[in-house]
Nanobody, 115 residues
Framework: QVQLVESGGGLVQPGGSLRLSCVPS????????MAWYRQTPGSQRELVAI???????SYADSAKGRFTISRDNAKSIIYLQMNNLQPEDSAVYYC?????????WGQGTQVTVSS
């Protein structure tokens, strides 16, 4: 079993930035696709950004132009740089790693955007 540990969440004012990190308890093969999801109370978890082992990213429309996902394959760490944060970005952000039928989730990190 692999644990994913997210960090970097917190309280930020509108227009501010945060950088989330996700570190696995052991290195994962680069074949794993890794992603960031987010969830607010009463809502389904939604995909924010995803990155392949080859480093190809994709983003939800809400994240395009503001968020950047990246990965350090040597350390199996993924990052989510979030700029120009808005109150609607407030959520618990979860790290995900997936390959074939194997999937791992982190415990989540809270992001709150408020003045």
């Amino acid at each position: 079993q692999v644990q994913l540990v997210e960090s970097g969440g917190g309280l930020v004012q509108p227009g501010g930035s945060l950088r989330l990190s996700c570190v696995p308890s052991r290195p994962l093969p680069t074949i794993y696709t890794m992603a960031w999801y987010r969830q607010t109370p009463g809502s389904q978890r939604e995909l924010v950004a995803i990155i392949t082992g080859g480093g190809h990213p994709s983003y939800a429309d809400s994240a395009k132009g503001r968020f950047t996902i990246s990965r350090d394959n040597a350390k199996s760490i993924i990052y989510l740089q979030m700029n120009n944060l808005q109150p609607e970005d407030s959520a618990v952000y979860y790290c995900n790693a997936e390959w074939s039928r194997t999937q791992y989730w982190g415990q989540g990190t809270q992001v709150t955007v408020s003045s």
